[in-house]
């Protein structure tokens, strides 16, 4: 299926998916792969449509109280952003330790991982729809987080890193977190799965009888204590298909895309709003006619962070309908262009909150929930801040 079919990059196709979300169903449903989940996700991410967008769309039609399963899963993202902006880079490190030392797991993912091909179907299905349309489902990211981590080995930063740039939804905060959760080092406790999981909420040919996850969960608990030297998974790898190769990792947008340097004498003394991939929502009702929207890509954040085409052809097609200039080149470089401008304005955004203060005024994305300021450990101590005396969903709007 193709990437346009799956996910139209539209703010139009963000709103029927809203308009389709049947809590109910999602409710008793969402841990299934073929439940009713909302695949708002890729839409959430690059700022298509808002947090408070969705739970407006949704209660709309629906009165849900505040503590309805969709509104809890809502505040996940919330307060992931939440961690991050206490924790800052730390999110990339272990936050506590696992069940083994950092430097008991491996610090490279193995081929027939990242070919598809390790003979266990859960995690060669997983792969190939995450190739095949840059989205897996929230449970099969648990299962193939957990059999990385705790059935080969390979240690959890090294699998975000390569999850998050396949993923078109992928964000930091929410992809690193969720993978130390599972890790145990970011939790109580590590994320452990076996095929009867598996069998109750995929489909047939993700099931994984006879296979390495076969097993209790106590025996998988014990073998995810076990050092790498002693833990060798059991494993067949089978050949690689045409639907299996990873495809390449971008640090620069697609030649035909159509970028162009940052120009100085383009936004020379003229007011200038900047969108960049995630602020991919209308444009601010206030501007003033004369503004300038620039599209920006800084290649200082990609070459550190690469995406897939995929997720590259996205945030560009729905960029192009916004903006009236496309720039990708350095942040030294766009701050240049820009110091001339009467004023640069924007959306503020950690992802790129290295580099976008120094050369906009920004606004503060919006949020769903009331703002928590002391910083919490765990998301029930933030949830019971955030939603404390809200009965109705429809109050947090």
């Not at 936050?95 to 083994?100: A, M, N, P, V, Y």
Request: overall charge neutral.
């Amino acid at each position: 299926m193709k990437l346009s079919e799956t996910f139209p990059p539209t703010r139009l196709a963000a709103f029927e998916r809203i308009q389709g979300v049947r809590p109910g169903d999602y409710a008793r449903s969402r841990n299934a792969l073929t439940g009713a989940v909302t695949g708002l996700s890729p839409y959430i991410t690059h700022g298509l449509v808002s947090l408070p967008e969705v739970l407006a769309g949704v209660t709309q039609r629906h009165a849900l109280d505040a503590q309805h399963k969709l509104v809890f899963e809502l505040g996940w993202r919330e307060y992931f952003r939440h961690v991050w902006a206490h924790r800052g880079d730390e999110i990339f490190e272990s936050l506590r330790e696992g069940l083994l030392p950092d430097d008991g797991y491996a610090a490279v993912l193995p081929a027939d991982i990242r070919q598809a091909c390790t003979g266990v179907p859960v995690i060669d299905m997983a792969v190939r729809t995450l190739y095949a349309t840059g989205y897996v489902h929230n449970h099969a990211r648990m299962w193939l987080a957990s059999y990385i981590v705790h059935i080969r080995k390979v240690k959890w930063r090294v699998a975000a890193d390569w999850l998050y740039g396949h993923l078109l939804d992928g964000d930091l905060a929410s992809n690193h977190l969720s993978f130390q959760w599972v890790a145990g080092t970011g939790s109580s406790k590590p994320y452990l799965f076996n095929a009867d999981n598996v069998a109750r909420y995929a489909p047939e040919n993700w099931h994984s009888p006879g296979s390495v996850i076969d097993q209790s969960y106590e025996a998988l608990d014990r073998f995810a204590r076990q050092p790498m030297r002693s833990s060798h998974a059991r494993h067949e790898a089978r050949a690689v298909s045409a639907d299996s190769v990873e495809p390449p990792l971008l640090t620069v947008p697609p030649p035909d895309l159509g970028w162009a340097l940052p120009q100085a004498s383009a936004v020379s003394n003229r007011q200038v709003w900047l969108v960049h991939p995630w602020n991919l929502g209308e444009l601010p009702a206030s501007l003033p006619a004369e503004t300038v929207v620039v599209g920006v890509f800084l290649s200082d954040f990609h070459r550190l962070w690469p995406w897939s085409e995929k997720r590259w052809r996205f945030v560009a097609s729905r960029m192009a309908e916004l903006v009236q200039l496309r720039w990708h080149g350095d942040a030294a470089d766009t701050a240049l262009a820009l110091k001339g401008a009467l004023q640069v304005r924007s959306v503020d955004e950690p992802h790129l909150k290295a580099w976008l203060d120094n050369f906009a005024v920004c606004e503060e994305a919006p949020t769903l929930f009331p703002a928590v300021d002391k910083r919490c450990g765990s998301f029930s101590q933030w949830w019971t801040r955030a939603s404390q005396g809200v009965a109705l969903a429809s109050d947090f709007l």
